[in-house]
Structures are given as C-alpha cells and as structure tokens.
T-cell receptor, first 113, second 114 residues
Framework: DVKVTQSSRYLVKRTGEKVFLECVQDMDHENMFWYRQDPGLGLRLIYFSYDVKMKEKGDIPEGYSVSREKKERFSLILESASTNQTSMYLC????????????FGDGTRLSIL | AQSVTQPDIHITVSEGASLELRCNYSYGATPYLFWYVQSPGQGLQLLLKYFSGDTLVQGIKGFEAEFKRSQSSFNLRKPSVHWSDAAEYFCAVGARSSASKIIFGSGTRLSIRP
C-alpha cells in the first residue's frame, strides 16, 4: 500500500522564521505535490515535481520554495513565515502517467504566530 | 483551463438515506475525473476515478459516480449512508495532457443525522 508520510502533524512557528515541511513516499513515484488547504477554498497547488531536482510552480507559489534532492523526498520551505501562511499543508505523490491518482499524506497543520 | 465546481458547501442527510453530491467540471475534452474523501484530521483518500469506458463507475465504501458528458457532471452517489460517511468530499479533474496535475473543487462537507 502506498505510504506518504509528512514529518509533523502539528507545527507552531513564529513570524519570520524559516520553516521546513518534509514529505516522504515509499512507492517510487515520479510526481510529488504540495498543496495548502483552507476552508472554502479546497486544495490549492503550491509546487510540484516530476523528477529529482525538477520543480514547477503551481497556482500559489509566492512565499514558498521546494527541494527534491532524492526521489522519495519532497520538502516545502517557507523562507520567512507570515501569519497568512497558517494553513493545512498536504503532500501527495503519483506515478508519472497523467491518469494516475494522487496519494496523500495526513497533512501538517501549521500555525504561524 | 479546467475547473471544478461543487455547488453544495454542506449537506446533512439522515443515516440510511440516499446521497448525491454534485460536481460540475469545465474542460475542452474528456477529462480524468476523481472523487476523494477526507475524514477529520486526515489526508485525502481516493474513492473512485473515471478515465474512459463505462460512464458509471464503482468505488470503495459503496460509492458510485456517473459521468454525464452532456451535463459536464460527475455526481457521487450512495444508496444508504452510514454515520461513518461523515467527512468532506472533493471532486477533482485532470487534463489528459498534463503531468498528473489535477484541479480540486472546494469540497462538500457531509453531516449525518442520527
């Protein structure tokens, strides 16, 4: 069974801090994704990666960056956290083919104080 | 560009009653369509998917969905809901030309009345 693991379920950080959210998948998937989920807005794509060291901006990349040094790991970085980045962050992975569903981690609820 | 609309923000049904959650999509060709469920505090779990062929697709937990091209809809149904079905449900659409990017609707929260 596919397992996508996010390193923290809950995280509290302060404004201006550099924040790292980690995601690991164990199914050798080529594609990995970072979303944020806010009430009434559904899931919005921040960044995705279709191969090691490759990344593409999603719909809301501002204030975020990503790193994919190994196939199984995809990190989301908040360079200087702000209160409007308080949200639920979801990581997902999928096989390369366009018709493959995405498999999700349990999410990280991040609060920026 | 593709988009997804889930017109119902919150639905309440009685346990044992039938359920239909609406989903409309916008896409220039036949899309890939998905329904996901999210239980409180959890990530999203795939319920079912449509790629081609039979327009009525069966999923897990007794759910089914029907693709209607003429109405640009992919509504989710269940004949008899259980209290454990209380969750948030997301419809999603993927483009056949994309690198597995999919667009999610804003979700429908389902509550079950005892």
């Amino acid at each position: 069974d596919v397992k996508v693991t996010q390193s923290s379920r809950y995280l509290v950080k302060r404004t201006g801090e550099k924040v790292f959210l980690e995601c690991v998948q164990d199914m050798d998937h080529e594609n990995m994704f970072w979303y944020r989920q806010d009430p009434g807005l559904g899931l919005r794509l921040i960044y995705f990666s279709y191969d090691v060291k490759m990344k593409e901006k999603g719909d809301i990349p501002e204030g975020y960056s990503v790193s994919r040094e190994k196939k199984e790991r995809f990190s989301l970085i908040l360079e200087s956290a702000s209160t409007n980045q308080t949200s639920m962050y979801l990581c997902a992975s999928s096989q390369r083919q366009p018709n493959q569903p995405q498999h999700f981690g349990d999410g990280t609820r991040l609060s920026i104080l | 560009a593709q988009s997804v609309t889930q017109p119902d923000i919150h639905i309440t049904v009685s346990e044992g009653a039938s359920l239909e959650l609406r989903c409309n999509y916008s896409y220039g060709a036949t899309p890939y369509l998905f329904w996901y469920v999210q239980s409180p505090g959890q990530g999203l779990q795939l319920l079912l998917k449509y790629f081609s062929g039979d327009t009525l697709v069966q999923g897990i937990k007794g759910f089914e969905a029907e693709f209607k091209r003429s109405q640009s809809s992919f509504n989710l149904r269940k004949p008899s809901v259980h209290w454990s079905d209380a969750a948030e449900y997301f419809c999603a659409v993927g483009a056949r030309s994309s690198a597995s990017k999919i667009i999610f609707g804003s979700g429908t929260r389902l509550s079950i009345r005892p």
